[in-house]
């Protein structure tokens, strides 16, 4: 056990880790050692951030708990917090049933925890934040919250209304990131396309990207977490104008059958959906498209899913990610539908839509082969240089693959690098 030494510890999302940076900047300046999911964390003090959004990820966040109050019982750390998501929506019930925990904290109050140590803010450092990621990336996290009310989704419970940051404090922020060294931007949120709405009526999500690529030292920016229903459509004509922007978009559209949509409260249909993608792709030519799915919403029959895998092969997305439902208290699906698509069928469906998303995963990945590409290296692996497209997000797409053997490179710099090979998950090349 270090003294002095804090180990933080981020389950779940890229907005979490947001918050652990903005914590890890804190303790630092108040004179503490902070080291961030460490493999063998040693601190006297350990902080988890956790994650509450669907029943796998709350049980990863409690089995986490449960791990460092024992190690709290065997004497091996002193002191153990716990914030996020989970404690911001569970603190009563887990005060009652993990005591070992020092003191809960929510998803907006975990700054108290410097006082509960007998420290507080430091003025010149807050919204100022310690990246853990490698210094050329970093996420940039624009507002908080959902106005969105889907039927399954428990985040609003959790995260209340949507609140966006002001302009001003995200472009200071990303100044002062880019004077630490940091060239690509994530651009992240709950909503990412309500941006604005809140402070001025308007949709400001375009404006924002258009003033965040006017500043010296941004090379890429990557936008995630956007809706479908009432999408800024001058966001596009920034994405297609700007060569700092990529050519990328996360938007999550869960499903595509009608009825199945209108339970679902997503305010959106089919005809509209199909309709949204073949814009996008007409106003930028060559745009990644991620998208994330659900099977098994309930009264999801064997049409709904033939439907959903029907559409996967027509849209041809470049990234999909996809989850079974599973039942939250506190939502509408909750209390007013029976989770009744047994687990089984869940499973099997998700194995069969992701089976057909690999398999066009790697006709498009093969497409690719011959072409030469920006690419940027984020470590080296072996005997390879792992690096990224500006079609790839970090940690969730494809990678690019380089022998280190041709030749020495520099992590977070870019190389034009020809792709001779592929298969179903990542990309192989050589700089030119």
Same mark, same amino acid.
Request: overall charge negative; charged content about 30%; glycine content about 6%.
């Given at each position: ?35 961030? @999911? ?37 004497? !091996? ?105 940091? !060239? ?73 059958? @009608? ?44 049409? @709904? ?32 539908? !029976? @989770? ?93």
């Amino acid at each position: 056990m270090k003294k002095g030494q804090v180990d933080i510890i981020t389950m779940g999302c890229s907005k979490n880790l947001v918050d652990s940076e903005l914590l890890k900047r804190q303790f630092e300046a108040n004179g503490f050692v902070c080291k961030h @999911d460490a493999l063998r964390p040693q601190g006297e003090i350990v902080v988890i951030n956790t994650c509450g959004f669907i029943a796998d990820a709350k049980e990863e966040s409690i089995n986490e708990i449960l791990k460092f109050a024992q190690a709290k019982d065997k004497g !091996k750390i002193q002191r153990l917090y716990v914030m996020g998501c989970l404690s911001q929506r569970y603190r009563e019930e887990l005060e009652k049933n993990i005591p070992q925990v020092d003191r809960y904290f929510g998803k907006f109050d975990y700054m108290n925890l410097l006082e509960e140590l007998g420290r507080k803010e430091v003025a010149t450092c807050i919204g100022k934040r310690s990246i853990t990621t490698p210094k050329h990336y970093a996420y940039l996290k624009i507002s908080e919250g959902c106005d969105r009310r889907c039927a399954y989704c428990a985040i609003p419970v959790m995260t209340g209304r949507h609140k966006s940051r002001p302009k001003a404090e995200i472009l200071a922020e990303v100044r002062d990131l880019v004077a630490q060294g940091v !060239k690509e931007f994530q651009v992240i949120a709950q909503e990412l396309t309500y941006y604005g709405v809140d402070l001025s009526g308007q949709r400001e999500l375009a404006d924002l990207i258009r003033e965040i690529a006017e500043i010296d030292g941004v090379e890429w920016i990557r936008l995630h977490y956007a809706y479908p229903t009432q999408f800024p459509m001058d966001l596009l004509d920034v994405m297609r104008e700007n060569p700092k922007v990529c050519k990328y978009l996360d938007v999550a559209l869960q499903h595509i059958a @009608d009825p199945v949509l209108k339970r679902m409260h997503r305010n959106v249909t089919k005809a509209e959906t199909m309709d949204f993608i073949r814009k996008i792709r007409a106003a930028v030519p060559g745009i990644c498209l991620r998208t994330t799915l659900m099977v098994g919403f309930p009264d999801e029959t064997d049409e @709904d899913f033939a439907e959903l895998l029907e559409f996967v092969r027509w849209a041809r997305f470049e990234r999909m990610g996809a989850f079974a439902y599973s039942e939250e208290e506190d939502t509408y699906s909750g209390k007013h539908y !029976k @989770d009744d698509v047994p687990q089984s069928v869940k499973d099997e469906r998700l194995s069969r839509l992701m089976a057909l998303q690999q398999e066009i995963s790697e006709e498009m990945q093969a497409e690719m082969v011959g072409k030469t590409i920006k690419v940027i290296i984020d470590r080296r692996e072996g005997d390879y240089y792992i690096g990224r497209s500006e079609f790839s997000s970090p940690e969730v797409d494809p990678e690019v693959l380089i022998p280190a053997s041709e030749r020495r490179l520099q992590r977070g710099r870019f190389y034009q690098v020809k792709i001779t090979d592929s298969d179903e998950f990542d990309l192989y090349g050589i700089v030119e």
